[in-house]
């Protein structure tokens, strides 16, 4: 059964550190999600994309956070500086013109 | 503002009894609603959904039961599993036929099934 597969699961680094995550969606479906998950938390969206471009990113906090998808296939979030509130699950999902998203196991950050 | 709500942190049950977990919402455009489960360090999976144009939809030992004039929505699990306790999230897509884009999603529910 197709994943999406994201790398690393688990992350420790230290304040003002740079980090980047890397997220592979099911084949074929154009449009991905970058979510932030804090605990207690539903996950808000960080990002969407469509193909390569930015659909939504009012939610992402651009003086520090970027994201990009540039062959409209896998995309990388990357975060610098690293911030201790950065401290959360980052989740990747992708979908198929349906409402239903498919969400990856998930990256653990830990800034410290 | 706190568009879909989960007022429940957690939820204790004995196997083999009836779960019933809570959302509500506050947009009246919202049209299609999914619950979602997820496991510790896993990330969610999709459960099951309703469409606004229905008031139920079963799949299995789970259906959902959505009533639009209180804006709300439950989750009904029977009977339930051990393998059931997870956190529990219900979540909205934009409303307006988009078919796509991001979920809003409740807070979620702590769901612990005893044996």
């Known amino acids: 059964e197709a994943e999406v597969a994201q790398s690393p699961r688990y992350k420790i680094t230290e304040k003002s550190q740079a980090v980047a995550f890397w997220c592979d969606p099911i084949s074929g479906h154009a449009t991905l999600y970058w979510y932030r998950q804090i605990l207690g938390q539903g996950p808000e969206l960080l990002v969407q994309f469509q193909d390569e471009s930015v659909v939504d990113d009012s939610q992402l906090p651009k003086d520090r956070f970027s994201a990009e998808r540039l062959k409209g296939v896998d995309s990388t979030l990357k975060i610098q500086p690293a911030e201790l509130g950065d401290s959360a699950m980052y989740l990747c999902a992708s979908s198929h013109w349906t409402a239903e998203q498919f969400f990856g196991p998930g990256t653990r950050l830990t800034v410290l | 503002d706190q568009q879909v709500k989960q007022n429940s942190p957690s939820l204790s049950v004995q196997e083999g009894r009836i779960s019933i977990l809570n959302c509500d919402y506050t947009?009246?455009?919202?049209?299609?609603f999914l619950w979602y489960k997820k496991y510790p360090a896993e990330g969610p999976t999709f459960l099951i959904s309703?469409?606004?144009?229905?008031d139920k939809n079963e799949d299995g030992r789970f259906t959902v039961f959505l009533n639009k004039s209180a804006k709300h929505l439950s989750l009904h699990i029977v009977p339930s599993q051990p393998g059931d306790s997870a956190v529990y999230f219900c979540a909205a897509p934009p409303p307006g036929g988009t078919s796509y884009g991001k979920l809003t999603f409740g807070q979620g529910t702590i769901l612990t099934v005893h044996p």
């Open positions: 309703i469409s606004s144009i229905k």
């Open positions: 947009n009246s455009m919202f049209d299609y």
